[in-house]
Every structure is written in structure tokens, then in C-alpha cells.
């Protein structure tokens, strides 16, 4: 499930993590021989197409569909298991929903658990609740409100992705415009106290067979500097001066592109001691379960120079291609089910398992 209906950018965001998926795979013998995949392309207006393969021409020519028309070709096909590479808000929450009501499994997070960790001030208050260290924030739902938390602290909008809007605040002088852009994405913003640079964190979490958290792979540290302390858009993808994403494969991802300055770069495995691993792992382990996630889950933490660490946001999203994060972590570890694609396979047959059963008429009782 690819593409967004609300703008060019998440559009091309989606299609270009899913093709590099599709790269990883369509030469494997064992995802040819277990898999059959189909596309369903989802444009900025909201208009559907369905396509074998992700090529520019493909889409172009194929039909457009209104939404009714392309929701009963899905049900007609009775499909297996969908892969969501939507990664807009409807994205998270309705369309996954939608394959929910079709009764067509999702490969990870369901969409009730999308809506909460995309609301970062929620998510956090759900966090913290489960045990979870968290800055110190506040939720600000006007331009003109005056933020209780003491310089510096960070700007964000309460529901954006790729840190659209972010910024860090250091004085009364750079409020107005900070709040102004933060305003551009969304109703409400996140005020929270800056967490001193020491070093940004980020870890994956698996769940076993039993459906419980206990695989956490080796963590992937962001090489952030003194005078670039925080990643911010830029520093995730790379945009034209359009503002849209490049479709040049080596020009869109901007960590560790070989042009990349210092703090565009990331190490995996990082170094940690065991004081530091048990923490992280503590933290991940909780906020997943405490936020209902589901097959696996991505935390990034942030270190301050006293070695705490404290929960910046929970984004339990994976292109499933090799050069994504979580299965950049995976590789990492000398686990063969959780190297690619033999750990993308079993994501695939999990969901499938998950298929709801048939309707029983005599059942009475319960609401799920």
C-alpha cells in the first residue's frame, strides 16, 4: 500500500522506500518462490491505482480509480497480507484502517497504535505512565501562547513526521518565528525542555513468537556535533529546491551519503556499556508494550552528558529495504531469522497468520 493523498512530498516519500524494498527482493529466489506482491498506488488527491511494479511509466499508465472503485477491487482480490509504505497522517491511521475493515492483515503496527505514536504529546504521556523518562514538555494549541518551559528548549508540531517544523529555541528572539513554522504543519505544538547533547540513540525491537518485545538489536548511534546538536529534516531526507524529495536513489537519504558532513552520519553497532544498554533496553521494551505496538517498534533516545537517557519518539515504521534502519540493526546481529529478506519473509507470514476468522453465527457475546 503506497503513495499519500495529501501531498507530493509524503507521495514520493512512499513510492521511493518501497521501490528500494522492491530492489532488495525482486531477484531472490525465495521471495519469488513464497511471494507474490501487488501494488495498490494511493496519489495526492486520493484517486487509486493498481500496479505490478513500481516504475514511473507503470504508474503513469495505469488506470485511476475513484476510492469506492479501488476499496471493491481489494476486496474482490482477497489479498494475503498488506505491507503499509504510507507514511502520511491518513496514511497511518485511515488507509491502514480501511485494510483492517477489508479484512486483509497489516504487516506491523495496527492504526489505533499509528494515531497514538504520531500524537507526540499522548504517546509520551503513555510513556512516562509505563515507567518510561521523557523531557519535560508542555502542549501549546496557539502561536500567541507564551511556553512555561525555561531556553532552550524544542519546537515541534504535535503530528508531523521528518521533523518538519522542528527547531530549537535559545531566546526570547528567535520564539516568534520558531512558533510560526512550527504552526505550519499542525493545530498544536510540542514545547520540551532541550535535552544537552551527549548522544542520540536509536534501537529496534522485535517481538518473539509469544508476541512479547524481547529482541533489541544493536543500537545505531547519529553522530551529532556540538554546533548541529539535533537532526532536522535536511539531515533526513534530502529535498530539491522545490522541496521535494530527489528521485535519484543515491541522493535521497541523507545519513551517511558520501557527501555528508560530520552529523549527517550514523555508526551501527554503537558502543554501549552495560549501564547504558540495560537503561535503553528498559525504556524500548516498556514503551512498546506500553504503546501497544505490534511485530516491532523504532525509539530514538536521547543521552544527556550525565549518561540519563530519555525518550524522544517512537516511529514503528519499516520499508522492510536493506538499507532501512531497523533492517540495517538486524543485520547487525549474527541472528540468521533476523537477517534480510529471511526476516522480511516472516513479518509477511505473521501477518498472514493473523487473518480474522470467518464470521461464527452463533457467537453471542463480545465486541471484538
Given at each position: 500500500?503506497v ?5 507530493k ?8 522506500y518501497?521501490?528500494?524494498m522492491?530492489?532488495g ?8 518462490a513464497g511471494?507474490?506482491f501487488?501494488?495498490?498506488?494511493v496519489?495526492?488527491g486520493?484517486?487509486?491505482c493498481f500496479?505490478r511494479d513500481?516504475?514511473e ?13 479501488a ?17 502520511c ?21 495496527s492504526?489505533?497504535c ?6 507526540k ?12 523518562p521523557?523531557?519535560?514538555g508542555e ?8 511556553p512555561?518551559?525555561p ?8 503530528r508531523?513526521?521528518n521533523s518538519?517544523?522542528?527547531a ?7 520564539l516568534?518565528p ?14 520540551e525542555?532541550?535535552?544537552p547533547?551527549?548522544?542520540e ?14 529482541i533489541?538489536?544493536?543500537g545505531?548511534e ?6 548541529h ?31 555528508a558532513?560530520d ?8 558502543p ?11 525504556a ?6 506500553a504503546?501497544?505496538c ?7 533516545f536521547r543521552?544527556?552528558p ?5 525518550m524522544l519518539?517512537c ?7 536493506r538499507q532501512?534502519p531497523?533492517?540495517a540493526m538486524a543485520?547487525?546481529t549474527?541472528?540468521?531469522s533476523?537477517?534480510h ?5 516472516a513479518?509477511m ?20
Amino acid at each position: 500500500l503506497v503513495g499519500s493523498p495529501v501531498s507530493k512530498y509524503y507521495s514520493m516519500v512512499s513510492t521511493l522506500y518501497a521501490r528500494q524494498m522492491l530492489q532488495g527482493v525482486e531477484n531472490c529466489e525465495a521471495t519469488k518462490a513464497g511471494f507474490e506482491f501487488h501494488f495498490a498506488v494511493v496519489l495526492p488527491g486520493g484517486s487509486w491505482c493498481f500496479t505490478r511494479d513500481l516504475d514511473e511509466a507503470s504508474i503513469e499508465a495505469a488506470a485511476k480509480l475513484a476510492h469506492g472503485v479501488a476499496i471493491s477491487e481489494i476486496a474482490a482480490q482477497d489479498f494475503d497480507a498488506c505491507v503499509p509504505h504510507m507514511f502520511c497522517w491518513p496514511g497511518y491511521t485511515a488507509y491502514r484502517a480501511l485494510m483492517d475493515l477489508l479484512r486483509v492483515p497489516l504487516v506491523g503496527n495496527s492504526p489505533e497504535c499509528m494515531g497514538l505514536i504520531t500524537d507526540k504529546v499522548q504517546a509520551k504521556a503513555v510513556a512516562s505512565a509505563a515507567g518510561v523518562p521523557v523531557p519535560q514538555g508542555e502542549l501549546l494549541s496557539s502561536p500567541s501562547q507564551v511556553p512555561t518551559v525555561p531556553f532552550p528548549f524544542v519546537l515541534k508540531p504535535c503530528r508531523e513526521d521528518n521533523s518538519m517544523g522542528l527547531a530549537k529555541v535559545e531566546c526570547e528572539a528567535e520564539l516568534a518565528p520558531a512558533m510560526a513554522e512550527a504552526f505550519k504543519f499542525d493545530s498544536s505544538v510540542v514545547c520540551e525542555r532541550f535535552i544537552p547533547l551527549g548522544r542520540e540513540i536509536r534501537v529496534g525491537v522485535f517481538e518473539d513468537e509469544s508476541g512479547e518485545p524481547t529482541i533489541v538489536l544493536p543500537g545505531l548511534e547519529y553522530l551529532l556535533t556540538p554546533e548541529h546538536p539535533m537532526r532536522v529534516s535536511a539531515d533526513k531526507i534530502s529535498v530539491t529546491s522545490e522541496g521535494v524529495p530527489w528521485d535519484d536513489p543515491s541522493k535521497f537519504l541523507s545519513t551517511n551519503r558520501e557527501d555528508a558532513p560530520d552529523y549527517r552520519r550514523s555508526i551501527c553497532p554503537c558502543p554501549m556499556d552495560e549501564a547504558l544498554t540495560a537503561k535503553i533496553r528498559d525504556a524500548a521494551t516498556k514503551a512498546h508494550k506500553a504503546l501497544r505496538c505490534r511485530d516491532f517498534s523504532i525509539f530514538d533516545f536521547r543521552v544527556d552528558p550525565q549518561g540519563e537517557v530519555y525518550m524522544l519518539e517512537c516511529q514503528p515504521v519499516c520499508s522492510f529495504a536493506r538499507q532501512s534502519p531497523l533492517m540495517a540493526m538486524a543485520s547487525k546481529t549474527d541472528t540468521p531469522s533476523l537477517q534480510h529478506p529471511t526476516l522480511y519473509h516472516a513479518m509477511m507470514r505473521r501477518a498472514a497468520a493473523r487473518r480474522p476468522a470467518p464470521y461464527d453465527a452463533d457467537r453471542i457475546l463480545g465486541m471484538k
